[in-house]
């Protein structure tokens, strides 16, 4: 795999992207349940330190799940964009 895909396959990183955008707040159990996905973790840690993208986590419950979140306020003509969700980049609004 390139490193761009950071282990994780195309349609995880574009979706992990595209819910972000869409001002989500996204786990692990909903990467899995919608795009069979296990590895949220990783694309988010990339998303943040390779691309720079302003993300938060909150842990939550007894088992401190984390919950990811954008940033409210972010400019989408700001961030860098993995090459599976580069197209994402290019619109004004989340596809």
């Known amino acids: 795999m390139t490193q761009d895909n ?3 396959s195309d349609s995880q990183v ?3 992207c595209k819910a972000l955008l ?13 795009v ?13 330190r390779h ?3 302003p993300i938060l ?6 088992q401190n799940v984390a919950y990811y979140s954008l940033k409210a306020g972010i400019d989408r003509a700001t961030l ?3 090459r599976s969700a580069r197209a994402l980049g290019n619109s004004g609004a989340a596809q």
């Open 57 to 62: 986590v909150e842990y939550r419950g007894p």
């Open 36 to 48: 069979r996905g296990w590895r949220l973790g990783a694309i988010i840690h990339r998303l943040r």
């Open 80 to 82: 860098r964009f993995p």
């Open 22 to 34: 869409d001002l989500r707040t996204i786990s692990h159990k909903t990467e899995i349940r919608e």
């Open 6 to 8: 950071f282990y994780s």
């Open 14 to 16: 574009f979706w992990t």
């Open 51 to 53: 691309y720079g993208w």
